[in-house]
């Protein structure tokens, strides 16, 4: 063989590794994911997680802190206006707040105040309760609820709080 001929060898393509390989029929095609398609998902998820950061934490900053130190006292109290049993409980709670200056009373409106009504879900949650109505008071963990518990219970319930 002379040189030439070993030339026009050499520059022939050799058909091992310049052919693709043959897949069969029966073998499913590999794709990747379109470019366009993960940069939208990616968008889409960090759209949902700024949500929940921006929901999440307004939900959470409702959630009032209960005293934790020794010998403090909260109560907050939910009523309505226009609730039949608030009217009558309301004063009541008021003259409590009079009665004991050094306990920290929170009054929270909850049928014309959104906000309040979201401090009241908040609380529930937090203290194990689905639902409840009002008129309703937290003294410090306990929760008295209703028109009749609340003026029964709550005076000595903050008594019992205060030793």
């Known amino acids: 063989m002379t040189v030439a001929s070993d030339k026009k060898k050499s520059s022939q393509p050799s058909k091992k590794t310049d052919r693709a390989p043959e897949r069969s029929r029966d073998s499913p095609k590999k794709t990747r994911p379109d470019n366009k398609i993960l940069l939208a998902v990616l968008l889409m998820a960090v759209v949902i997680l700024g949500v929940v950061v921006v929901f999440g934490g307004q939900l959470t900053s409702t959630l009032p802190s209960v005293p934790t130190s020794p010998g403090k006292i909260t109560v907050w109290y939910f009523y309505g206006n226009g609730c039949k049993p608030c009217e009558s409980v309301t004063p009541y709670v008021q003259s409590l707040q009079r009665k004991y200056p050094d306990v920290e009373f929170h009054f929270l409106e909850i049928y014309d105040n959104p906000a309040n009504r979201d401090t009241l879900i908040a609380m529930n949650k937090k203290h194990g ?24 219970k709550l005076e000595s319930t903050i008594l019992q709080q205060m030793h």
């Open 129 to 152: 309760q689905k639902d409840s109505g009002i008129p309703l008071a937290y003294v410090n963990d306990i929760m008295l609820f209703g028109g009749n518990e609340v003026p029964e």
